[in-house]
C-alpha cells in the first residue's frame, strides 16, 4: 500500500500544484494585470485547466484509486489518508461522469453568459441576457441528469459547494426561518425613527483605513508571514498552497464599512485557510470544508466579532484618533448602532445582518423554481420583484437593480447564493458551543484578544481542511444537524437590544 | 501540411503556456510572496517544469516536427513557419541529448550551490563554497560532452545562451579590444583628478524617484497598458506572454543612479518584449534573439540614451525641480560628468560604461581556464586577484569583494557574463548603424523624442523575436559580423570628450 500511497500523493500533488498555480494566474489577473495581458492569461488559464482535469480523470487516476480502495478498510475513518482516498475517489467518480465535451461547451455558454450579464446590467434590461440564462438553465438540468437518479434536480448542483447536502435540508431551515425574519424586520421597521449611520459617508483617507485594517486583522490572528493584502474591485480570498494565502480589499474613501468590514471578511476566509493542517498539503483536502463552512468563518469575524460591542470598546478609541474630523464627537454607542443599522435595501451585497437572508432566500426560491421548470426565465423579472415586496417590502425600481444585480447566474453558478445563508447559520451555530466553551469570550474582545476564538476555530474546524463534508463537520463540532435556531436567536437578542423591542 | 502545423502550434503553445507561467510564478516570488510561502511554490515550479520538458522532448513533439522537416523546403526562410519549425527542431535535438536524471541532479547540485555560495558570501570565506564549484565545474564538463564533438569544450555552453557562438568568436573580439580598453582606461586615471560623483549619494526620495522613472520611460515607449513596474531586490525584466511584459525597480533612497537607471536598463529589455510580433504568440520564438542582443538594447537605452548629453538636456531641469536641495546648485554639465565618472572598482554591477567589459573578461578568461582543465577551483580566488589586478589595477580585500560578488557560477550559469559585454558591443554596433538611418536622432533626445529609435528597433531587431540566431540577426541589420570596432571608437569619443584626452 506505501508505494501505491506514495504514487497517489504525487499524482494529487501534481493537480494541486496546477490548481494553486491557476489561483496565483487568477489573483493576479485581478490584482497587477495590465490590460493587454488578459489575452494570453485566458490561454494559460486554459491549458492549466485542461492539464489538471486530464489528470484528474485520468486512467492513471482511477487505477490508483482503486487499487488503494480495499486498504480503506484498516484506515481510521478521522485519518489523512481515509479522508483523501476517499473524498477523492468520490470526487473523481463526479468528474467522471460529466462528458469533456460537455465542461468545454459550458465554459464557452458561461463566458458568453458573462458578457451579455454586464451588458443587460449596465442597459438595466433583462431581455438582453433572457437568452443566455434560458441557455444556461437547460445545461444546467442538462448537468443534474449524469447524477440522476437524484431526490431533487437541485440537489446536484448545491452538492458542487455542499458535498452530501440537499435541497430539502435548505429548505427545511428557510422555511423555517422566513416567517420568523419577515416579522422580525417587520417589527424593527415599526419601530420608527430609523438609525442615522451618515457618519459612515464621510471621507476617510485610504492609508488610515488600511492602516486600521491591518491592525485589527493582526490581532484578530491573521499571519503576514503567511499571506499578503492587496487592493481589488472585488475583493476575495485566494490561497496558493500552505503558507501562502491571500486577501483582497476594495476601498471606498467615501463609506467607511466598504473597507473595514471587507477586510475583517475575507481575512476569516484567510485565517480558515491558513489554519488547514500542513499534513494535508497538495491535496484537495487542504481548503475550507466548503462554500457555507467557509462563509460562516467570514461572516464570524466579520459580524459576530466585528460588528459587536465588545470589539469596538477596544478599537473605537484608535478609530476616532484616526478619524477625529470624523468621529471625534460621536460616542461609542452612537457608531455601535450605525454600523449595526437595519433596513430592507435592493441590493445584496450592502444588505445587513438582518436582511441579508431574506436575499438568499428570494434567491433560492428563484433558483428551485427555474430548476423545476416552474418558472420560465421570460418570467424572472416580475417574479423577484414580487418576491422583494414579500420578503423585504420594497420593489426595485429597475432591472440593474433587481434581477441583473448579481453576477452568479451568468456564469451559471446555481446552489451558490445558498451556501451565503448557510454559512451565517452555521456560524451561530458555532457561536453558541463556542461560547459554551469560552465563556468569557467577548470580555476579551474588550482587551483585543481574539487568541481563544482563533486557537478554538483551528483546533475544531480548521486544521481538519475539507477531511469531513461540511454537514459532517458541523456535526460533529455542534452535536446539532444544520438548525436556524442559534440564528434566530442571535438576531433577536442583537437586535432586539440596539432597536429595543 | 496545414493539420501537421495547426497540432505543432498546439503543442508548441501549451509549452508556452507552461513557461509563461512559471515566469509569473517567479515575478511573484520574487515581488510579492509572504515568506511561509515559498516551499509550496518550488513545488508548483518544479511540476510545471517537469511538465514543460516531458512535453517538449516527448514522443509526439518528436513526431510531429519530423512530419514538418520536408515542408521546409517550400516555405520562405524568413517566414514565421520555417524560423518556427527550424529553431524548434533544433532545440528538440539539443534537449533530447541530455538525459532527464542529468537534468535533476544539476538542479539539485545548483540549489545547493545556491546556497553554499550564500553562506560562502557572507562568511568571506571561499573554500566555503569550493566544493560546490568543483561538482559544477564537473558537471557542466559532463553537460558539454552530451554535444561532443565540440571546438571548443565551453561552446555547447554559450549555445545555451548564444545560439550559434563560439568561445573562438568571443575570444577574438575580447583579444581585440582588451589591450585598447586598459590603455584607455590607464589613460583616464593618469588624467589626474576624479570626477566628483558626490552629488548622486544624498538623500533621494522613494516617490520621486519612482515618478520621474516613470515619466522617462513612457517617453522612452515602455506601454503601460501591456505591462507593469514594480519593486525587488534584485531588479529583473519578465514576460507573460504578448502584452503582458513587467519589470521591477531597486530604490535607493541614498544613491539616485541605482533606481534612474535600473529603471531605463530593465524599460530596455521589456521594450525588446514588448515589440516582438503577435504573430510568435505562444512560441518559443515570442523571446528576444538571445541574452547578448537582449542586453544590446537594456544597454542601449541605459547608456547610449539615458547617460548621454542630450538625454539630460532634455531630463535634467525636471529632475531639479524635484531636488532642489540636491542639484539646485549643480549645473547639466557637472551632472552629466557625475554620472559617467570612470572609476576601476571591484564589483561588477557598480561598474561604469569604460570599465564594465573589463569586469567580463576576466570572467571569461577564468571560465575558459577552469573548463578546459588549467584552473582548479582552489586556485580560483588568487587567480580572481591577478587578473583585478592586470585589468583594472586594483585587488580586492577579501573574497566576498572578489570572487564570491555575483551568484551565477553558484546557479551553474557559467557562458552567461560573456553576454553583458557582447550586449555593448551589439549596442555599439546597432548605434552607428542607426546613426546612418537616423542622422539627427541625438538632437531629437533633447526634446524627449525617442520614437524614431523605438520604431528603428521595432522594425529591424524587435518584432523579430527569436527567429534568427543572434549573430545572424546582428549581420542581417548591420550588415557586419560581431566586431568590437564602434564599441570602441563610442568609448573613445565619449570618454575622450569627458576626459579631455
Redesign the interface.
Known amino acids: 500500500m506505501k508505494e501505491k500511497m506514495e504514487r497517489f500523493r504525487q499524482l494529487i500533488?501534481?493537480i494541486s500544484?496546477?490548481e494553486?498555480?491557476m489561483s496565483?494566474?487568477g489573483w493576479?489577473q485581478q490584482v497587477?494585470?495590465?490590460?493587454?495581458?488578459?489575452?494570453?492569461?485566458s490561454?494559460?488559464l486554459a491549458?492549466?485547466a485542461g492539464?489538471a482535469h486530464s489528470k484528474f480523470v485520468g486512467t492513471e487516476m482511477g487505477q490508483t484509486l482503486e487499487a488503494l480502495k480495499p486498504f480503506l478498510a484498516d484506515l481510521h475513518p478521522d485519518s489523512d489518508e481515509y479522508c483523501l482516498i476517499s473524498r477523492t475517489a468520490e470526487e473523481y467518480e463526479k468528474q467522471k461522469k460529466v462528458p469533456t465535451s460537455f465542461v468545454a461547451e459550458f465554459s464557452r455558454v458561461t463566458t458568453m453568459g458573462q458578457q451579455a450579464w454586464e451588458k443587460a446590467k449596465s442597459a438595466s434590461d433583462f431581455s438582453k441576457f433572457q437568452p443566455n440564462l434560458e441557455k444556461i438553465i437547460e445545461m444546467r438540468r442538462e448537468y443534474a441528469g449524469f447524477f440522476a437518479p437524484y431526490d431533487h434536480v437541485y440537489d446536484p448542483l448545491l452538492d458542487d459547494f455542499e458535498p452530501g447536502l440537499k435541497a430539502a435540508d435548505v429548505r427545511r431551515v428557510f422555511e423555517e426561518i422566513k416567517p420568523q425574519q419577515v416579522e422580525l424586520l417587520q417589527a424593527i421597521v415599526d419601530k420608527g425613527p430609523v438609525i442615522d449611520d451618515s457618519l459612515l459617508y464621510l471621507h476617510y483617507d485610504e492609508d488610515k483605513q488600511w492602516n486600521f485594517g491591518v491592525d485589527v486583522i493582526e490581532k484578530f490572528g491573521f499571519?503576514?508571514?503567511?499571506?499578503?493584502q492587496d487592493r481589488s474591485i472585488h475583493p476575495f480570498t485566494t490561497e496558493?498552497?500552505?503558507?501562502?494565502v491571500r486577501i483582497t480589499t476594495h476601498f471606498d474613501t467615501e463609506f467607511l464599512s466598504m473597507a473595514l468590514f471587507g477586510t475583517m471578511h475575507e481575512a476569516g476566509h484567510a485565517m480558515y485557510e491558513q489554519g488547514v493542517s500542513k499534513s494535508l498539503?497538495?491535496t484537495m483536502l487542504h481548503h475550507g470544508a466548503s462554500l457555507a463552512v467557509h462563509e460562516s468563518q467570514s461572516r464570524m469575524w466579520e459580524n459576530l466579532v466585528g460588528r459587536s460591542l465588545p470589539f469596538w470598546k477596544a478599537f473605537y478609541p484608535r478609530l476616532q484618533e484616526l478619524f477625529p474630523e470624523n468621529l471625534g464627537n460621536v460616542g461609542l454607542n452612537a457608531f455601535y448602532r450605525a454600523v449595526n443599522k437595519v433596513e430592507p435595501s435592493l441590493i445584496r451585497i450592502f444588505a445587513d445582518e438582518m436582511t441579508y437572508n431574506l436575499h438568499i432566500m428570494l434567491r433560492f426560491d428563484l433558483e428551485l423554481a427555474m430548476m423545476q421548470g416552474d418558472l420560465e426565465a421570460a418570467d424572472l423579472p416580475e417574479a423577484w420583484n414580487s418576491k422583494m415586496q414579500e420578503y423585504l417590502g420594497i420593489t426595485p425600481p429597475n432591472d440593474a437593480k433587481g434581477v441583473l444585480q448579481d453576477v452568479h447566474w451568468s456564469g451559471g453558478m446555481i446552489g451558490y447564493f445558498t451556501t451565503y445563508a448557510l454559512g451565517n447559520l452555521i456560524a451561530s451555530m458555532l457561536w453558541e458551543k463556542i461560547l459554551e466553551d469560552i465563556p468569557n469570550l467577548e470580555s476579551g474582545f474588550e482587551k483585543a484578544e481574539f487568541a481563544p476564538l482563533l486557537d478554538w476555530l483551528r483546533e475544531n474546524v480548521h486544521r481538519h481542511g475539507s477531511k469531513y463534508k461540511p454537514m459532517d463537520l458541523v456535526k460533529k463540532v455542534t452535536g446539532k444537524a444544520l438548525t436556524a435556531e442559534p440564528y434566530m436567536r442571535y438576531l433577536r437578542s442583537k437586535f432586539g437590544e440596539i432597536y429595543d423591542l
Open positions: 500533488g501534481e500544484d496546477l494553486n498555480t496565483v494566474l493576479d497587477n494585470m495590465p490590460e493587454n495581458g488578459a489575452e494570453a492569461r490561454m494559460q491549458t492549466l492539464l499571519d503576514f508571514t503567511s499571506g499578503r496558493f498552497g500552505h503558507g501562502d498539503s497538495r
